[in-house]
């Protein structure tokens, strides 16, 4: 029992760091391709940034663009966007393409570093990066020494004292 609840906080520790490998630190004024990486003829397909329309493309009506049209651009046959990047870009962009009707997803979270100046300046990311990890941890203990004080707790007799 008590390797079980070690197990359960590993596998959520292994969960949470998982999704953070698809973050990525580009800086300011970069640029920048999404390439999601399409083997097939795409049918028509449509990008968002945090969940907002960036663009959509079909084969009778070209691209239609909603923002960043005149700092980027698509490559209409693998689904590319390619991003002049600003630091209002961080977040996650997210494709959408239909082939053989069928729909197939890219997800890219990026976070974009360097102040006005296009130097340094990513430490609110550091700090984020540094707050989340101590706050797993945090979890992590925690939820180790309830599971051992329930084992503990277990093993004892009604009146919570040790067997004898």
């Known amino acids: 029992m008590e390797h079980e609840g070690r197990s359960l906080v590993l596998y959520f520790l292994f969960i949470f760091s998982v999704g953070y490998v698809y973050s990525e630190n580009i800086a300011t004024g970069t640029t920048y391709t999404f390439n999601p990486t399409i083997r097939e003829k795409i049918e028509n397909f449509d990008w968002r940034h945090n969940g907002n329309l960036v663009v959509e493309w079909d084969p009778d009506n070209g691209a239609h663009w909603y923002r960043y049209r005149e700092r980027a651009h698509i490559n209409s046959d693998t689904g590319d966007l390619t991003l002049q990047v600003k630091k209002e870009d961080n977040g996650v962009f997210r494709g959408q393409f239909q082939v053989k009707g069928v729909l197939q997803y890219f997800e890219r979270t990026i976070t974009v570093i360097g102040g006005a100046n296009g130097g340094g300046g990513n430490g609110g990311a550091i700090a984020g990066g540094i707050f989340g990890f101590l706050f797993l941890a945090a979890i992590a203990v925690a939820a180790y020494f309830g ?18």
């Open 147 to 164: 599971i051992k004080k329930k084992v503990c707790m277990s093993a004892a007799s009604p009146d919570g004292q040790p067997g004898k």
